[in-house]
């Protein structure tokens, strides 16, 4: 049904082009991008800056609110994640004008000149005021819209500034008035021509709207360039270039518009600059390896079902628990395990581990969307930790848990013994279970939760909490909150903590679902990095390298895991990739539009020499050494590296020439099972050892009792572990829990030796043909590795230059200052000498210098019309050092006190090379301590005319 402009202006957004009339079309069509091309464009960084604002508050900004420009900006972020897009996202209050045009300074750094791509979306509000276009970001109002609006011409000046090859703008803003306050077309979006090197795409025609639906759950145009860059918009080819993903816009939303009667077409203004590339066709497999559902499916386009190759019943979690913080003493026993070992900071807690806290002391643990928080006296075990689920048991103590997101399909739960508390909102909860285990306080300070047992089901809102009492039939009394305790004030302040690295500078650059990311900013500095984007260099001192201060444990089911001392030693060594730059190690996290997927350390191995790794580079491909399928392995590396289109199978780990082999590090295999210290343990071997070692892609080492466990913890029945009757109570369950908590499996040597390069033999024809077709797309991205690091090679020699000559240049200016330090070194001697002669002669009782002119005979060969200057001007540049000349007439104290030119005896002749002296005096006010100052030029000084 058509609703009023005004009506649907307060409801839908807007985007960019498609021909409406014969002036918006280009003149010509730009030839389609060559493969050639394409790999030119891909092989360099690109970068998308997004940004989208929905929460306009009409009564203030005079603007109206918008539903859907948050998952527009999400979901094509994501997109462009899988096609190797560096995305920064910038969503409602993070959306100012202020903060996009850091966004685009702090990317421009990183950009190699007329290389890669820069993409800029917005979805929100815009309008005209005056001869400008102005989108509306965040905190701007119709009066402030001149002051605090971006104009577009801006825009545009911003990504010529990149310098990048390929620039595009997609503005996804209704075209009308939005205020519906002023006449009709007096603050319509007009068109604005793209310069060249430029394409810009709005979502609809001048004065028209932009809608919104419901059932798609996005914007109309938002939702068709997001179903284009999924593969709908792709060519023959495979590729989606500008040209073909606004044929599709086109083509669907016309479409759209017939069955809806709510016609909205894109438009674009200006001249074509040519065809620029945008993405590639991405395979079902590695969308579902992104972790991405299905977009809803409109009646003309119905969803692709997204089926991976294998199964991934078998495959490890992607996220993990971290031990953030430990006070006092805290002792861990992992799954299966029954000995009790000392929780270390940042070591990774799984299904089955449990932890308990003394009576003096605290723990954290930081989830992907919550910390959970436990106060002395305290015992939880993880009950499963997925994907889709966290379940924690308290048998005794306090746990405080702030949840900041919980998604669709997702469940928080906290098994007590008395009932099953689902956290559905986010909030701050605390759950007390008393020490004898017969009741159970839950306090909701915000969010809401539920309680379950049996026919027991109640539900706690904001400010609400319930004392659940018994152990069979339990009864349910609804209490008020009481007063802050110490526990209540100490979460408090983590609480603080959290919010202020909320809006971190690393926030920008990381998925909000990393783990750790929130220690980056008080240990380390983001700057940009020429074809590569941001880069995080940790503060450390000099020889510090990635992966050696801290040490080896061996976790089920992802077997050797690294855990590092350093207090933000979790994110950097789980996630993105390392790199050597200009003599500092930097870190790159990957995009920030996707849910990372966890991985146990980003290593490769060497065998040959002890227990040897390194750090995986930018962009190398991380193999896992456990069992994993094929769907895991494209996610854990897509997520964290941005590497598109991996198979992985039967990677040839042996064949990759890795840019950080050179800093591998190397322990006994004594020290390496036993979770000692790494920085303590390393041995140095051989230069010509180091080169014979094989690179492999798990450590073949069977795991020992003190691999899993770590150090022992103290002894005591109350000190490292609680107490026996605690731990066998039993809990109520409202999800479903695993079938079983198995002790990790200590792999046999056998087993570990076994290789995964076998491949099962053809059934079919059908089977063969997909052999061959896997068969080739591994050699392809073998042979795109090597590109790809000969590229990273040739950089790091480039920078390598850079630096020797930078390192030359300083030498060059250390050598000279020196020369000038010797030279002032020297004039300051003779001036000493000057001076102590003068002293001298005063001791003597000479008579102080007084000012005088002196009149020099001309001599006999001076021509007698030749004039004889008789004295000299004072100079303009001042000596330091007193320099003291005399006259062929002088007194005798004169001549005691100043250096004589001597003269021959009356009456011989002097030598035939003797040449005309000239004598000038520089006549100064008579002072005690400044003698007169004469200059005799040397006689190699030519005549003066």
């Not at 518009?257 to 894109?266: E, H, S």
């Not at 910390?371 to 405080?400: E, H, K, W, Y």
């Not at 998925?511 to 590569?532: A, F």
């Not at 030498?811 to 002669?837: F, G, H």
Request: net charge positive; aromatic share 6%.
């Amino acid at each position: 049904m058509l609703k009023s402009a005004i009506l649907a202006a307060s409801l839908l957004l807007g985007m960019m082009c498609s021909p409406q009339s014969a002036s918006a079309q280009p003149s010509a069509r730009a030839k389609r991008i060559t493969p050639e091309q394409a790999e030119s464009v891909e092989k360099h960084l690109k970068i998308a800056v997004l940004v989208g604002i929905g929460d306009y508050e009409r009564s203030v900004s005079g603007l109206n609110k918008l539903n859907y420009p948050t998952a527009d900006v999400v979901e094509l972020g994501k997109q462009l994640q899988l096609q190797d897009y560096d995305v920064r996202l910038l969503l409602d209050r993070q959306a100012t004008s202020a903060n996009i045009r850091d966004a685009f300074r702090e990317l421009t750094e990183a950009v190699e000149p007329n290389q890669g791509s820069f993409l800029f979306f917005f979805s929100g509000h815009g309008f005209r005021t005056g001869e400008e276009n102005y989108l509306a970001t965040y905190g701007t109002t119709v009066e402030s819209i001149a002051q605090q609006g971006l104009p577009l011409s801006e825009i545009q000046k911003m990504l010529a500034a990149t310098g990048a090859r390929q620039r595009m703008a997609f503005i996804d803003a209704c075209r009308n008035d939005p205020t519906a306050k002023s006449a009709p077309a007096a603050r319509q979006f007009s068109d604005y021509k793209a310069s060249e090197g430029l394409r810009i795409l709005y979502s609809t025609a001048p004065g028209k709207v932009s809608y919104e639906d419901d059932e798609l759950q996005h914007s109309v145009f938002s939702y068709y360039l997001i179903r284009g860059l999924r593969g709908d918009a792709a060519g023959a080819d495979g590729l989606i270039t500008f040209d073909d993903l606004q044929s599709y816009a086109t083509t669907q939303m016309r479409k759209y518009g017939v069955r809806t009667q709510r016609m909205q077409l894109p438009f674009q203004s200006g001249e074509s600059s040519g065809d620029f590339l945008l993405a590639r066709s991405v395979a079902p497999e590695v969308q579902a390896a992104s972790g991405e559902q299905p977009m809803p499916a409109s009646a003309e386009a119905p969803t692709q079902q997204l089926k991976g190759p294998e199964s991934t019943d078998g495959d490890p979690s992607s996220r993990v628990a971290r031990l953030n913080f430990v006070d006092g003493q805290v002792s861990l026993q992992p799954a299966g395990e029954q000995d009790w070992g000392e929780a270390s900071l940042n070591r990774p807690i799984a299904t089955g581990d449990t932890l308990w806290v003394d009576s003096i002391g605290h723990a954290e643990l930081q989830l992907d969307n919550a910390v959970i928080r436990l106060a002395p006296q305290t015992g939880a075990s993880i009950i499963q930790l997925n994907d889709q689920v966290a379940q924690l048991r308290l048998s005794q103590g306090t746990l405080n848990v702030r949840v900041r997101r919980v998604e669709a399909n997702e469940t928080i739960e906290i098994d007590t013994p008395q009932v099953a508390v689902s956290l559905i909102q986010p909030g701050d909860y605390r759950i007390q279970v008393s020490e004898d285990g017969m009741n159970t306080v839950v306090l909701v300070r915000e969010g809401a939760a539920e309680a379950s047992n049996g026919p027991l089901n109640f539900r706690m809102n904001y400010k609400q909490g319930a004392r659940i009492t018994g152990t069979g039939s339990v009864t349910h009394q609804m209490i008020s909150l009481p007063g802050a305790d110490a526990f209540d004030r100490w979460t408090a302040l983590r609480d603080r903590r959290e919010s202020k690295a909320a809006a971190s500078k690393s926030a920008r650059y990381v998925s909000p679902y990393m783990v750790g990311y929130e220690d980056l900013d008080d240990h380390g500095t983001w700057q940009p990095v020429r074809g590569h984007g941001m880069a995080w260099f940790p503060s450390v001192s000099t020889g510090w390298a990635p992966y050696r201060d801290g040490h080896w444990v061996y976790i089920a089911p992802w077997g050797w895991t690294w855990v590092d001392d350093s207090p933000w030693g979790f994110a950097p060594f789980h996630y993105g990739r390392w790199s050597m730059m200009g003599g500092r190690w930097g870190w790159f996290p990957g995009g920030a539009g996707i849910r990372p997927a966890y991985a146990p350390a980003l290593v490769a191995w060497t065998v040959g020499v002890g227990v040897g790794w390194f750090p995986l580079g930018p962009r190398e491909v991380y193999y896992p050494g456990y069992r994993t399928s094929h769907v895991y392995r494209n996610r854990v590396n897509v997520t964290n590296v941005n590497v598109t289109n991996i198979n992985v199978t039967n990677v040839n780990v042996t064949n990759v020439n890795y840019v950080n082999r050179s800093n591998t590090t190397i322990v006994t295999r004594d020290a390496f099972v036993n979770a000692r210290p790494v920085r303590q343990s390393i041995v140095r071997p051989a230069p010509s050892d180091l080169v014979q070692a094989r690179v492999a892609h798990l450590a073949n080492v069977q795991p020992e009792r003190r691999s899993v466990v770590g150090q022992p913890a103290s002894a005591g029945s109350r000190r490292g572990q609680p107490a026996a009757a605690a731990w066998s109570r039993p809990v109520v369950t409202r999800s479903a829990t695993p079938r079983t908590v198995r002790q990790p499996e200590l792999p046999q040597p056998a087993q570990i030796a076994t290789a995964r390069t076998t491949t099962a033999k053809p059934n079919s024809k059908e089977e063969a043909r997909r052999l061959q077709q896997q068969q080739k797309q591994e050699q392809e991205m073998q042979k795109r590795l090597r590109k790809e690091q000969e590229t990273q090679a040739r950089r790091q020699r480039d920078l390598d230059k850079v630096k020797q000559r930078s390192e030359q240049d300083v030498r060059k200016r250390e050598a000279a200052q020196l020369q000038q330090q010797e030279r002032q070194r020297k004039r300051e001697k003779e001036q000493q000498a000057r001076v102590q002669n003068a002293n001298s002669s005063r001791s003597r009782g000479d008579e102080p210098m007084r000012p005088r002119t002196t009149r020099t005979a001309q001599p006999s060969n001076q021509p007698a019309n030749q004039p004889f200057p008789t004295t000299r001007p004072t100079p303009t540049v001042r000596r330091t050092e007193p320099r003291t000349t005399t006259t062929p007439s002088s007194t005798s104290q004169e001549s005691r006190r100043t250096r004589t030119v001597q003269q021959p005896p009356a009456g011989q002749t002097p030598p035939a090379r003797t040449v005309p002296q000239r004598t000038t005096t520089t006549t100064r006010p008579a002072t005690e301590d400044t003698p007169t100052r004469t200059r005799t030029p040397k006689k190699t000084d030519p005549p003066k005319q």
